[in-house]
């Protein structure tokens, strides 16, 4: 595998189009508490994006998952995944939705949840309340205690 880095990106033309492309939300990405993240090789050949909201101190959506169809179905969606939660601070729950992709997220170590079972911080965010349909999955990862 390509020895990968993420760098911080600002909202920008490549952002948007790399998101859309993958039929993600875009409406709120230039909003405050919003980190987004590119995937790339050490050819700067990008690979994905992520992206971070902060719904409060202790509460983070992982959002704007996605990697280029060039490199999907290699690994890569995990690395992205694990790169990108090391940016998040241990204490923080994390929350994500889905629509297409619990199965991958369950075996990263995220499980199901429940909507009366979320912060209101995260069930009011744009995407949770308002971008993503209702149907989606809302998934929460379980962290091991820091020893």
Do not use: W
């Not at 709120?28 to 902060?54: C, H, K, M, V």
């Not at 890569?76 to 729950?93: F, V």
């Not at 009011?124 to 962290?143: H, N, V």
């Amino acid at each position: 595998m390509r020895e990968l880095k993420l760098d911080p990106i600002s909202v920008s033309d490549e952002l948007t189009t790399g998101l859309s492309a993958a039929g993600l939300p875009i409406d709120d990405i230039g909003e405050p508490g919003r980190s987004y993240f590119r995937l790339a090789d050490t050819e700067n050949q990008i690979i994905g994006y992520s992206g971070i909201e902060a719904a409060s101190h202790d509460a983070v959506l992982l959002r704007s998952m996605v990697i280029v169809p060039a490199f999907r179905s290699q690994g890569y969606g995990r690395h992205l995944t694990d790169m990108t939660l090391a940016r998040i601070p241990l204490a923080s729950e994390v929350y994500l939705a889905t629509t297409s992709a619990a199965s991958f997220f369950e075996r990263v170590g995220f499980q199901v949840v429940e909507r009366d079972h979320v912060p209101q911080t995260i069930l009011s965010t744009r995407q949770l309340s308002g971008l993503c349909p209702a149907s989606a999955t809302i998934m929460k990862l379980t962290r091991r205690p820091a020893t």
